[in-house]
Every structure is written in C-alpha cells, then in structure tokens.
C-alpha cells in the first residue's frame, strides 16, 4: 500500500490526484476508469478541505492499493477531522426541473457513481472511507 | 483552465478550455456574475473542456438559473467525458446541449 499526507486544502488537491495518477498508469489502468478516480479523489478531497476541519486546516492520507484477478484499485481516505459520514447524505433527486434542483449533495452522489464498493468507519476520532473500483 | 470569451451584441459564447474543478470554478463563477449583465444568447462552447467535477456543475447550475431568467443558454461541443458527468447527474436533461 502506497499513501501520502497532505495539509487539507484544494491546493494540494493536484498533489492527490497526481499520486494516484501515477500508480493508476503503472497499473495500465484504462483512461475511462483513470478519469473517474480522479473524479472521486477531488469529489472527497475537496469535502474534506472544505468540511473537517472548518474553520482550522489539518492533515488527509490518501492510501491506494491493487488487487489482481479482478483487477480493481483500493483508495482510502483518512483525516481527524468533525466525524462525518459522507453515505449518510441523501442523494439528490436528479429528476426535478432546473428551478427545483438544488447545488448541494452532487459530489458525494458522483463517489457512489463511480466507485463499485463504498464503506465509512470513524474509529479512533478518524473518518475512515474505503472505496474499491474494479477495472 | 482558460477561458475566452466572444460577445455579439447580446449573444456571448464562453470557451471553457482544460479543467473545471473545485480549484478553477469559482474563476468562471466570477467571471460570469459580470459577464452576463445584458446577454440573452449564451453559449458554453466545450470543445475543449476535458473534464469536469461537482464544483463545475454548480456554476453551470447557477448560470442556467440566470439565464432562464434572461435568456436562453446552451452548451456545445461536449466531449463524452464531460457528457458522462452530466448524463450521470441529470443535468443533460436540465440543459440543451447541441
């Protein structure tokens, strides 16, 4: 397992994103599933910048793994952060006409759409989200 | 992200070049509360846009909002990755896309 830490902030969203990009190409992980990830990376790393800590700043671990015969990639996310449960949050109702639909609620909603498995855990004052996606 | 910018009267189309994600949308999201004083027409040429995540949406959401208010919008040009977003949130069928 592979991980890094960074400080919160969507500054160093690219940080995230270019350290997963890199074992995903090693992996001769396909485009399609590497745009994806790189989707759920931002969706749940910009939450945590903007939620966890509010209105301080601290620290998120992105950890990524593989897993042969199905080929899929194992992320995790971690940080100390408010305990928030990001499964808990209700999906937004993309059927309703534009006057009717609300801004909020999409990035999780676009995690569960891209990811195949999903799981949160708080344990010892950490949130914990486990995402798996085969490819 | 870049964004360029044609107006025609009150007819503007903008150019979304390259990313829009929570570190470029509230660029557009500025640029746009200024930029559709006056614009009836407005377009969102996509064609090069490659990818786009919740924090796009949202801008796109707020500008349709206008716009309906307004005018008319419509994206063009949409690459099958971004077009993947937006089926997958409902938008396709919020907005037009030609």
């Known amino acids: ?3 890094i830490t960074v400080e919160a902030v969507i500054e160093n969203l ?12 090693e992996r001769d992980c396909p485009m399609k599933v590497l745009m994806q990830t790189e989707l759920v990376i931002e969706e749940i790393f910009v939450n945590i910048a903007s939620y966890a800590y ?3 700043t601290g620290a998120a671990t992105f950890c990524i793994e593989f897993e042969e015969n199905p080929s899929a990639v194992l992320m995790t996310f971690i940080d100390s952060g408010k305990p928030y449960n990001p499964l808990e949050k209700l999906d937004p ?4 006409d534009i006057d009717e639909r609300d801004i909020g609620g999409l990035g999780i909603f676009l995690v569960k759409k891209n990811v195949d498995e999903l799981a949160y855990e ?7 989200l486990h995402m798996k996606k085969f490819f | 992200m870049e964004i360029k910018k ?11 070049i390259g990313r829009l ?6 660029e557009l999201s500025k640029e746009l509360t200024t930029a559709l004083d006056g614009v009836t027409d407005l377009t969102f040429d996509f064609a090069e846009l490659k990818y786009i995540a919740s924090a796009g949406l949202r801008v ?6 206008r716009m309906n208010k307004q005018g008319s919008m419509k994206l063009i040009n949409v690459s099958e990755a971004v077009m993947e977003v937006l089926d997958m949130t409902g938008f396709a069928s919020l907005m037009t896309i030609a």
Request: hydrophobic share 35%.
């Open chain 1, 93 to 96: 109702d993309t059927t309703l």
């Open chain 1, 54 to 56: 509010n209105p301080e």
């Open chain 2, 6 to 16: 044609e107006q025609n009267g009150s007819a503007l189309t903008i150019h979304v």
């Open chain 2, 60 to 65: 796109l959401l707020v500008a349709q909002k």
């Open chain 1, 1 to 3: 397992m592979e991980k």
């Open chain 1, 122 to 128: 708080y344990t010892d004052g950490k949130n914990i």
């Open chain 1, 14 to 25: 690219q940080t995230v994103i270019d350290f997963a990009t890199e074992h995903l190409e």
């Open chain 2, 21 to 26: 994600d929570a570190g470029s949308a509230p």
